[in-house]
């Protein structure tokens, strides 16, 4: 299936009924934003590509925004917020709830759609992510009743209180990777706080986020929830821009995040910043190796072929059990099936994009010829003759890799790992610290005082002991260094990001 321009139909708006058929559903909400409560194309036209990255088929158009497309959605946030935010909290989270309720009545046919447009395999990654979506849902639902303020003992002779009041209208803009549970834990508690938020998608994966605001906008007021498509300096620069947007939350490289940043800062607004990763994964010699290996198949995130902030991409494993724990790997990842994304059979997906492709093949060639490395390529390519075309990448483990190589400093975001042989505690936790960022790191020992002592002196904003849970909501979520700014998923994030504190003073007098 290649679609064409001409193929599009914009005269009716697809059915809210579950569509288990993703290319039909990705034709029918082709070419279009969400705007003001309404499907509706870009001003200009014009339209976008969306490829199945398993066989490179035109399965869909993006609406690619611009300016105009941005003011449009700006002033219909504006209109829609303030009553919005003059409705009772607790009913805010009841419509939410009704949202999650919807959400959770399409997760398979959501599931189906992101696998299509991503290439992520259906079974351990797509329709696994259209799931937590609606639990981010339900659970920033129930928080209406927190967003409260305080009394503050100030002066006998004066009340004086604080109150909690929405920002205004704020600007997501979301990756590839996990577009539907980075976008929930952004706009949920935004719009439960009061606020209208506006989501700029990504060109690789807009229709699936599309279609969740279509399902979202049956049930919230137009206006409050809108969605963008496009590209970054057309469509979301000029809405991180926009004098009228009062908050910024944002999730890519660590590149782009700067400029976003840059830009807010000249307005002088808030900015939460979720960005790369280089996680360490530390395995003590008493650790329970087949748990560990598991942990770094899941850490790793193979199924998505490594594409997430937080891959465990540098493995150190004590020299008592590395050999051990290097053959089991092997073998884990060896027996992954990797195909068709939509086959229920398979374990591993494609890579989104050909530029990703060429750029995680880039860092396979160079670590290929970097003096004692041991690559180490597990699974096999799909033999089904209509995928040679695919973006598949057989997932690499690097060994003998020297600490300052590229494949242990500099972010890949591809199924490529680098497993480094350690002994000495204090050497494994500074080089464990030796990078720019600082997301996510895991321990695995059983050793209850070395775990203490690792968890409390690893520079990562979120750390774990024996397991390698993805985000999940109610947990705070985000990185320092260079891995950003802020925390997301929590009832604090929520207040802290996404409303103001004003402080009333009332004088008895």
């Not at 590509?49 to 002033?75: L, N």
């Not at 329709?127 to 639902?141: K, N, P, Q, T, W």
């Not at 994964?281 to 560990?292: G, H, Y």
């Not at 979120?462 to 985000?471: A, E, S």
Request: glycine share 8%; proline share 5%.
């Amino acid at each position: 299936m290649n679609l064409m321009v001409s193929d599009l139909d914009y005269g009716q708006a697809p059915s809210l009924e579950p569509n288990l058929d993703p290319y039909a559903l990705a034709k029918s909400l082709s070419g279009r934003h969400l705007i003001g409560g309404a499907l509706v194309p870009a001003a200009s036209g014009e339209t976008f590509e969306v490829v199945y990255p398993a066989t490179g088929e035109i399965i869909g158009f993006g609406a690619a925004g611009d300016s105009e497309d941005v003011d449009r959605a700006v002033q219909a946030a504006v209109e829609a917020q303030k009553p919005w935010a003059k409705m009772r909290a607790r009913d805010r989270g009841k419509l939410l709830y009704k949202c999650a309720e919807a959400l959770e009545e399409h997760v398979e046919e959501l599931g189906r759609l992101i696998a299509l447009e991503t290439g992520k395999a259906l079974r351990t990654e797509s329709r696994v992510e259209a799931s937590i979506l609606a639990d981010a849902f339900y659970f920033h639902a129930g928080l209406g009743s927190e967003l409260k303020g305080e009394t503050v003992p100030h002066h006998p002779d004066m009340l004086t209180i604080t109150v909690r009041e929405p920002i205004g209208v704020v600007g997501a803009i979301i990756p590839w990777n996990v577009p539907l549970l980075l976008m929930a834990l952004k706009i949920a508690p935004a719009i439960l706080a009061g606020n209208a938020v506006i989501v700029k998608s990504a060109e690789e994966a807009p229709l699936t986020v599309l279609r969740v605001c279509q399902i979202m906008n049956s049930v919230l007021p137009a206006g409050v929830f809108q969605m963008l498509s496009g590209f970054g300096p057309e469509c979301g620069a000029p809405l991180v821009a926009h004098r009228k947007v009062g908050k910024v939350t944002f999730t890519g490289s660590v590149e782009t995040g700067k400029v976003v940043y840059k830009t807010a800062a000249d307005k002088l607004i808030p900015v939460t910043l979720e960005l790369g990763g280089k996680s360490p994964m530390i395995v003590f010699d008493d650790a329970n190796v087949d748990k560990a290996v598991d942990g770094a198949v899941i850490g790793m995130r193979f199924t998505r072929q490594g594409q997430s902030c937080t891959a465990a991409s540098r493995i150190f494993v004590h020299e008592k059990v590395y050999d051990e724990f290097v053959a089991k790997l092997r073998a884990k990842v060896d027996a992954m099936v990797m195909g068709d994304p939509l086959d229920e059979k398979t374990d591993i997906g494609t890579i989104i994009s050909p530029e990703q492709f060429s750029k995680v093949q880039g860092y396979i060639e160079h670590g290929r010829k970097e003096p004692g490395a041991k690559p180490i390529e597990c699974s096999a390519m799909p033999s089904d003759p209509k995928f040679k075309d695919g973006l598949f990448i057989r997932p690499v483990v690097f060994t003998e890799v020297g600490h300052d190589s590229r494949l242990a400093r500099e972010e890949i975001f591809g199924p490529v790992t680098c497993i480094f042989r350690w002994s000495d505690r204090d050497q494994v936790l500074a080089a464990a610290n030796d990078t720019e960022y600082g997301l996510a790191a895991t321990v695995w020992t059983n050793d209850l005082k070395a775990a203490l002592s690792f968890t409390e002196q690893l520079e990562a904003g979120f750390v774990q002991v024996n397991q390698n849970l993805v985000v999940q909501p109610g947990l705070s979520y985000g990185g320092v260094k260079n891995s950003g700014l802020g925390k997301e998923a929590t009832l604090e994030s929520m207040l802290e990001h996404f409303t103001h504190k004003k402080t009333i003073i009332f004088n008895r007098t």
